[in-house]
Every structure is written in structure tokens, then in C-alpha cells.
């Protein structure tokens, strides 16, 4: 990502899981990418506001699910826009902090209440290229909370390292506000015509389906998830970080029995495997070419 960090191919992947005002899963989710062969590190929000932590020191930055500042405002409502217009210490814009990184190749994860914060930063799916906000994450159509397992297909037109070689996966969702809404006709026709509408609830079959519950939101295009246009961000409702392990699953005993050369990995585990395998390999390319003789 940043040419400081290509000085040495084995080197740990950097990664800065967020924590604080009401983040919960940043354990599951720093765990998921230690698995993955990242090193991760937790830090409070305050942390990079305070610049006791800076973003340029890591290769990607997730932030986890939880109920921030408990949706009060609107699922990720608040913490989203802490997240565009709080100052750091320095007087510096947070924003501007986060577009730097991307620009400068960083990968960002956002996992349900993160996938909320993202698309309201205009982080995702940004066709504008602008940050302006151009879809949200509105309440469930059963008017719900919705705690249950889904299948998601991902949508082979989506470009992206965090879902190479993905087809179908069985993860949980844990949310109240997951429907996709966009803001108009032509941010839906630029997300679909662009692939960035990377997963899709499905049926038992792999189809995506708007039925309920096998779409537990009533997602427009059916989505579970948005990259934005470089493809190094993504959003996602259900929980990868949830299924690490095949043991998570609810019906493992059944599993086990139906497919017993099946390994003991869970599903979600592939996803932070993925992009931290990329970076890994980007890192040893860029290194291999400059260890190439020029004429």
C-alpha cells in the first residue's frame, strides 16, 4: 500500500479493527483476520481522532458490527458522521485521513453496523466519485430485528479480492435497519450495470430473491453487500466473522454427517483470507519488479 511497507515481503499484513461506542464484534472480527494471517490491532475511535493511531500504519481498516452510539439516530447514523466531520487533534479533517488512505490503496471492511456507517459517509457505493451519500440502509420490512442464517450469492460481475473464488455462502444476519435503498433510478441502474452490488440473498436454489425470510430485509436488487469502484472497499450485512468455524454453524452435526470430508473452516473465514492474501501477493509483486534489472 504505502511504499514504506514494500521494504520487506514478509511483513505482516496491517490490520485496524475499530472499537468504542457501542462496536461489539471487534473481538470476532480481529480474530477472523489473525486466522487469515493478518495482524491485527483493536483501537478505540478515539485513538485515530486523537492520533494515537494513524491509518497510514495499516493495509486495511475494518470496522466491525454493534448497535454505535445504540442507532439512535438511525442505524451507524452518528458515527458515520463523526467519522466525516470530526477534527483531529491536529485540526485535520478525520475524512480526509480516510480518502488519503484509499487513494493511497487501502482496503476497508465494514461488517453490518460498519456496512451502515459506510454507505452513510458516502464511502459506498461513491459512483460520483464524490463521498455524497447515495444509498441507505433502512428498517427491515418486517419491522424486526432479523437474527437468522441466509444464503448470499455473490455476483459474478463484482470486482473485488474479498470474494475471489466465493460463490455461495451460509452466514447469519443480526440486524433491524439492512434494507438497501437507493437514492434514485440512476444510482440503482450505475450499481447494477457496474457490478457493485457484490452479494445477493438467495434461495435454497442460489437464485437471488426479494421472499421473505430467505431475503430477511427486503433489499432492493437483493443485496448483501456493495463494493464501491476500486473494489477495495466492501459492505456487508450478514456476519463473515460469525462463521469461522464449521462448529458456529447451527446444523454442524448434520453437515458433518451429509459431507464428512468437509474440514472444520466456516464459510466466512474465506473473505479475510482473501484480502489479506492479495495484499500479500500485490506486496511481492511490486517487490519482484523492483528487484528487476533495467536497462
Not at 473452516?265 to 533495467?294: M, W
Amino acid at each position: 500500500m504505502c511504499s514504506a511497507k514494500m521494504n520487506d515481503s514478509t511483513e505482516d499484513v496491517k490490520v485496524l479493527v475499530l472499537s468504542g461506542f457501542g462496536i461489539n464484534c471487534e473481538e470476532e472480527t480481529a480474530a477472523a483476520f489473525r486466522l487469515a494471517g493478518a495482524s491485527s490491532a483493536i483501537h478505540h475511535v478515539n485513538d485515530l481522532f486523537e492520533r494515537r493511531v494513524t491509518l497510514s500504519e495499516f493495509d486495511i481498516l475494518a470496522l466491525p458490527g454493534g448497535f454505535s452510539f445504540g442507532d439512535d439516530l438511525g442505524s451507524g447514523r452518528v458515527l458515520a458522521n463523526k467519522i466525516r466531520y470530526k477534527r483531529m487533534s491536529d485540526g485535520q479533517l478525520f475524512f480526509d485521513e480516510i480518502v488519503r488512505f484509499i487513494g493511497e490503496g487501502g482496503f476497508i471492511l465494514g461488517i453490518c453496523n460498519g456496512f451502515q456507517v459506510l454507505v452513510k459517509t458516502g464511502l459506498l457505493p461513491n459512483v460520483s466519485g464524490s463521498f455524497s451519500q447515495e444509498v441507505t440502509l433502512s428498517s427491515n420490512d418486517s419491522l424486526r430485528y432479523e437474527d437468522r442464517w441466509c444464503r448470499v450469492a455473490k455476483n459474478a460481475a463484482s470486482k473485488t479480492p474479498f470474494l475471489d473464488g466465493l460463490d455461495l455462502l451460509e452466514l447469519p444476519v443480526r440486524h433491524g435497519e439492512g434494507k438497501l435503498v437507493t437514492a434514485d433510478n440512476r444510482i440503482r441502474k450505475e450499481i447494477t450495470e457496474r457490478g457493485l452490488a457484490c452479494l445477493a440473498y438467495c434461495d435454497a436454489s442460489g437464485r437471488p430473491t426479494m421472499e421473505y425470510p430467505a431475503n430477511p430485509n427486503g433489499s432492493e436488487m437483493s443485496s448483501a453487500g456493495l463494493i464501491d469502484t476500486t473494489g477495495r472497499i466492501l459492505g456487508m450485512m450478514p456476519h463473515p466473522e460469525a462463521f469461522l468455524s464449521l462448529f458456529n454453524h447451527p446444523d454442524w452435526p448434520r453437515i458433518r454427517r451429509m459431507e464428512p470430508d468437509r474440514g472444520e473452516e466456516g464459510q466466512g473465514l474465506a473473505i479475510f483470507r482473501n484480502v489479506v492474501r492479495h495484499i500479500e501477493r500485490s506486496r511481492g509483486l511490486r517487490l519482484d519488479r523492483a528487484s528487476r534489472p533495467t536497462d
